[in-house]
């Protein structure tokens, strides 16, 4: 067993247990950018595309909606304009966050220093540590080269030329079916410190989520236009590392995608060593710290990186749903409003403190969205083929019970208040705690920038964290927290898209929940919480781009 056994333990039990160091302060002022900087590059700005109004949230979560106006799913190939939109729409910085909200940022907002900027992928504690880094090949409109994406100037940043995409090839294998033919490449890699500063031991539990939900914006914005994402999680990170040219210590490779390219001549040859990076980006902390646990776990899921699952492999970490107490409660079709993908993404923000329960959220509203997020998936090397819709008409997740969504309902119109579990393939809910929800749910969160109990629902995803460890060895972590940070994207699009709010947190009391929904039987981890319903209207907000 693992160190990865004893790091998810000590998640669980972070909120009766606290994980070292215990009196731990971020030094703010000494706090690193939230973006990598590397002075001295040549830096080409990136277009910005319009976007079609029938590329859809429906098409993008949906797998049985058709996707785009011409294109199936995975018919499509990339050009400049489509990976340009696609980043712009998911890290690029698309607005300024000056709400007045019930969040402990709320008096730093207005400095531009310390400024909180909008964009389409969600983040844990907004600080979003991914990286993202391009390796083009000669299909490409540039001369072949490693590049970083620059989200606050929307721009490549060329760190080396040279075509090393022979390298890529190389580190996902021959066993890989896609990236064999492609010389274009996506990289997510994760500076920890960027996360770390502020959550020392934590971090690694969040920056794997947020590294989901950046590829699960991806997906859904690919899918709408007929296009395909489909993440590598296992390859070999040291040589990647090497070809990044990032330390990779400091900085863990989380997953290489491979881009279908019109035109792709995948010639290139991997070589033994690829050319030194002449640039390294530039560290604004003064005092980087490193934590013992952060390393330990980057160190036990970085091993054995090459050792991709076999097929099924993951089949006996699914979870059997809970019998429920009565009649399942069936819901209404699933179904989303026709809103853009774009504007869903523009749209999506959390609603820390603005939820009012005097509008209940519909039962269709909630099917929707609990639909939505039991359909999401990473889509990566590891997970086997969908199974088929079911009476949602929508086809099930790749990894069939992997994730299971329960729902603490407070105020949904038609579903008696209770705790519910979500049953994909029926579309119903069994109830499983009755009653109403609002003092358990108020009770097990650590902060104060909700009430949970003017919420329609909270949505909680759980996973048998152990039992995928035990199937896939100690990388699994990686793909239990990147699925879930996927369900947590999903679900704030669905909720955009349905003109709701929403929010997702981390900090809640995770043996609470294990107790009231008994998932001690099964060994399942609550992972999130998920807040659904309508805000107060005409929220106090500030009109910076008119200022």
Known sequence: ???????????????????EPADFVPDWADRPRKAKYYP???????????FPAD??????????????????????????????????????????????????????????????????????????????????????????????????????????????????????????????????????????????????????????????????????????????????????????????????????????????????????????????????????????????????????TADAATARPAPGALDPARTPLPEGNGTPVPLPPADLPPVDVRTALRERRSSFGRFDATRPVTSAQLAATLAACAAASLGSDAETPTTGPGDTGWDLPALPGLVTLYAFVNHVDGVEPGAYAYDPAAHTLRLLVPGPPGAFLQRNYFLSNYNLEQTGAVLVPTVRTAAVLDAVGDRGYRLVNGTVGAVAQTFYTAASALGLGAGVALGFDNISFIEELALDRTGEN??????????????ADFRYEIA
Request: aromatic share 8%; hydrophobic share 40%.
């Open 1 to 19: 067993m693992g160190y990865a056994h004893d790091y998810a333990a000590a998640i669980m039990q972070r909120g009766r247990i606290p994980m």
């Open 40 to 50: 001295g590059v040549e830096t080409f700005p990136l277009p910005d595309p319009a």
């Open 55 to 300: 590329a859809t949230v429906a098409a993008g979560c949906l797998p049985t909606e058709s996707a785009g106006p011409e294109l199936a799913p995975g018919e499509g190939v990339f050009t400049l304009d489509a990976l340009a939109g696609m980043l712009r729409d998911s890290y690029g910085l698309t607005g300024r966050r000056l709400g007045v909200q019930a969040n402990t940022d709320l008096a730093a907002l207005p400095h531009y220093a310390q400024a909180n900027w909008s964009r389409g992928t969600a983040s844990g504690g907004g600080l979003y540590p991914v990286s993202v880094y391009w390796v083009s090949g000669p299909s490409g409109p540039h001369p072949p080269g490693v590049h970083y994406y620059s989200a606050p100037r929307h721009a490549m940043q060329r760190l080396v030329a040279g075509d090393a995409t022979g390298d890529l090839r190389a580190a996902l294998g021959d066993d890989h079916q896609v990236g064999g033919g492609c010389d274009q490449f996506l990289v997510l890699g994760i500076k920890y410190w960027q996360n770390a500063f502020k959550y020392n031991s934590f971090s690694f539990h969040a920056v794997s989520m947020d590294l989901g939900a950046i590829l699960q914006t991806w997906r859904i914005w690919a899918r709408s236009r007929g296009l395909t994402v489909e993440p590598a999680l296992w390859f070999d990170e040291a040589r990647v590392a090497r070809v990044l040219g990032v330390d990779p210590d400091e900085e863990g490779v989380f997953a290489v995608v491979p881009l279908r390219w019109e035109g792709a001549r995948p010639t290139a040859p991997a070589r033994d060593t690829p050319p030194a990076i002449p640039h390294h980006d530039s560290e604004r902390s003064r005092r980087v710290l490193h934590f013992d646990t952060l390393q330990r776990i980057h160190t036990a």
């Open 526 to 539: 609550p992972l999130l919480i998920m807040l659904l319903g309508h805000e107060r209207p005409h929220p």
